[in-house]
């Protein structure tokens, strides 16, 4: 006897020809759907907090480049994933998230406008209910992937298990504006011009460049532009630069590195020379930017993008359009290879960038210095790794002194809505998205203390995994940005927490680290196959300040 789909199974349905992957909380609002998927046997990972379960989806996708399903219950379930949905709509993390939704018939005391409440997050809402729930939930695959965003499919709870009936054919999808790449605007308000055109004007600034600087950011990755990128580079005689979400994306001994504020001192300086700056597919956020310090006050700053204005006060001249396809034509283009620039900067050739020089172990207050323990995991972990980052002032540490194996290898999670506490769930992400690779996670203690729930999950979870907490017994951006300018510290203070002991309850394995030399324990870890989570929480200074962040309060303090 064939069984009759009610609305669950069908948005169960088109889910399972999308993914394989569920990552979800189970309650009233979505047990119907979760079932369905758990009992074809689609793998299902239980997180133990909502904003978990947008993070591992968002994590997921990082690591993997595949949108996944995130599953949350109604009301308080919904609420509680709002900050994790937020950074993944900021960061454009495609994801469909399946919600629970008040029934037809109105709202109950309990309930809230759900979709009042994303749309205020930049989050689109698409609510099924009958014969249209399989082409209301094939629109929201649709819609997530091709404009890389987070997108609810909402199931009213009366109808959760009732009947969807014969369903309606999926309709034309028209394309997001973005992708379409029909026209270009021009950053000096003159509105819109062929690409062709703007392309032309593009490619006669970069020729006329002394010091070009190509800036590639992951819209660049996702439009498939490096192998483009690297050509007009070599014929222009540029440096590059990437964001996080880009490193090791160029192919070239002339990669500066991570630009910004985790740029090292040589290529710093070198990105700050650049006269024209070609920004493909990066937002150019403070970080990026180094709080705004990055680009010369006379430079030439162009951003090519698919989305429809600059993101930057600072850019001269942006073009909305297709990066690969621009990437393409200027490369093809340009004149014969030019290299005076690199010839005379050769000095900062990115081979010195993870060997700096040693630093000192231990701060003037007897902790860690943070420098030194960020060195030393270089020379201790295997490079095929994925790191991912928490939030916080330590954020800075890992991608200074340690190599990612490409951009999929290095993730920020956090950076985007400037939240912290998301690490742990992303890490889980991405050790399912990446099983093949270490999951290293960078935490601080404020953000691991807000995320604990899933540090149960992480045990759970991660098949091979180093948890390394930042661990200054303080929330170190406060104490660098309001302790500096006098204001009272006793709220910005933390006491000091052992985290491998709190692993330890939950099955994880360990040690809190003192000294350089208790980094031994994880060593040993590593040489007997390293199988679970290992969590070294180290004890570092409050004392030593980030170069981004001084950066930052310059900004601030118009120094």
Known sequence: MTKTLNISDVVADVCARHTDIVFGLMGNGNAFFTSNLTARGVAYVSARHEAGVVAMADGYYRASGKAAVATVTYGAGFTNSLTALTEAAKARTPMVVVVGEAPTSGARPWDVDQLQVARGLGVETLVVGGADTARVTEAAWSMAQKDRRP??????????????GPQEAAGHLKEP?????????????????????DVRRIAAV??????????????AVVSGAGDSLTELGDKLGAFFATTVRARKYIDSPWDLGIAGGFANG?????????????????????????YGS????????????????????RVTRFLQADIAAVASTLAATAGPAKDGWRARNAEVLPESLFTSDPVEEYLPDGRLNPRAVAQHLESLLPLERTIVQDGGHFCGWVPMYCQAPDPQGLMMVGTAFHSIGLGIPAAVGAAVGRPDRLTVLISGDGGAL????????????????????FNDAAYGAEIHQYAARGLDDTAMQIEEVDF???????????????????????EVWLADGAQGLFILDVAISQHEVAEYMQESMAAILGK
Do not use: C, W
Request: hydrophobic content about 50%; proline content about 5%.
């Open 294 to 313: 990055l680009f010369a006050d006379d430079a030439e700053v162009i951003q090519i993008d698919e989305l429809e204005t600059a993101t930057n006060p």
């Open 450 to 469: 807000m995320a604990l729930a899933d540090l149960d999950s992480a045990v759970r979870t991660i098949p091979s995994g180093v948890m390394v907490v």
């Open 177 to 197: 504006a973005a992708l379409q790449g029909a026209a270009a605007t021009r950053q000096d308000g003159t509105g819109p011009s062929s690409i062709a055109s």
């Open 151 to 164: 997108v609810i499919v909402s199931i009213p709870y009366d109808l959760a298990d009732q009947p969807a």
């Open 266 to 290: 040589g290529s710093l300086e070198t990105m700050r020379s650049a006269d024209v700056v070609l920004v493909a597919g990066a937002s150019l956020n403070p970080f990026q930017t180094r």
């Open 206 to 219: 970069l020729a006329d460049a002394k010091r070009p600087l190509i800036l590639v950011g992951h819209g």
């Open 500 to 522: 491998s002991a709190v692993g330890r309850a939950l099955g994880a394995q360990g040690v809190k680290a003192r000294s350089l030399a208790d980094f031994k324990a994880l």
